[in-house]
């Protein structure tokens, strides 16, 4: 699969990418609309702190996909959905006060994890630790 990745600041390339993997509590989501905001020419110019951002990385935190696979009690394969774009990790003290959204381990999928700017993403949704696939219905 090939996607645009940012290597370091200032420099990005169309790359040829290993298909992602499903591990446990994950599901495979086909990207089919991704926002580009201002956030994400900033991790392409290296101006947001390096504490918050894995290079190389694929960008695309904001984006709509169809779920490749059934994921119980969420949605079922070919469906539309939404993908937050933090990944709680349950146990800090924010996720347990439920406050996931700042969740400090800085776990973003565009950020820290490949984002929708591949044909394929693999996204956490494990429910004890917090949900990031949503049904558009």
Same mark, same amino acid.
């Given at each position: 699969?090939?996607?645009?990745?940012?290597?370091? #600041?200032?420099?990005?390339? *169309?790359?040829?990418?290993?298909?992602?993997?499903?591990?446990?509590?994950? &599901?495979?989501?086909? #990207?089919?609309?991704?926002?580009?905001?201002?956030?994400?020419?900033?991790?392409?110019? +290296?101006?947001?702190?390096?504490?918050? &951002?894995?290079?190389?990385?694929?960008?695309?935190?904001?984006?709509?996909?169809?779920?490749?696979?059934?994921? #119980?009690?969420?949605?079922?394969?070919?469906?539309?959905?939404?993908? /937050?774009?933090?990944? #709680? %990790? +349950?146990?800090?003290? /924010? %996720?347990?006060?439920?406050? $996931?959204?700042? %969740? $400090?381990?800085?776990?973003?999928?565009?950020? $820290?994890?490949?984002?929708?700017?591949? *044909?394929?993403? !693999?996204?956490? !949704?494990?429910?004890?630790? +917090?949900?990031?696939?949503?049904?558009?219905?």
């Amino acid at each position: 699969m090939r996607a645009p990745v940012v290597r370091s #600041p200032h420099d990005v390339a *169309l790359e040829t990418l290993a298909e992602p993997t499903v591990g446990e509590d994950e &599901v495979l989501v086909s #990207p089919l609309l991704a926002g580009v905001c201002g956030t994400d020419l900033e991790l392409i110019d +290296g101006s947001i702190a390096p504490a918050y &951002v894995r290079c190389p990385l694929v960008h695309g935190h904001e984006w709509v996909g169809q779920i490749l696979d059934d994921l #119980p009690g969420v949605a079922s394969r070919a469906e539309r959905v939404i993908v /937050e774009g933090i990944v #709680p %990790c +349950g146990d800090c003290s /924010e %996720c347990q006060i439920g406050a $996931t959204s700042l %969740c $400090t381990t800085h776990n973003e999928i565009g950020f $820290t994890r490949p984002g929708a700017g591949a *044909l394929r993403s !693999d996204v956490t !949704d494990d429910e004890p630790r +917090g949900k990031v696939v949503f049904a558009l219905t």
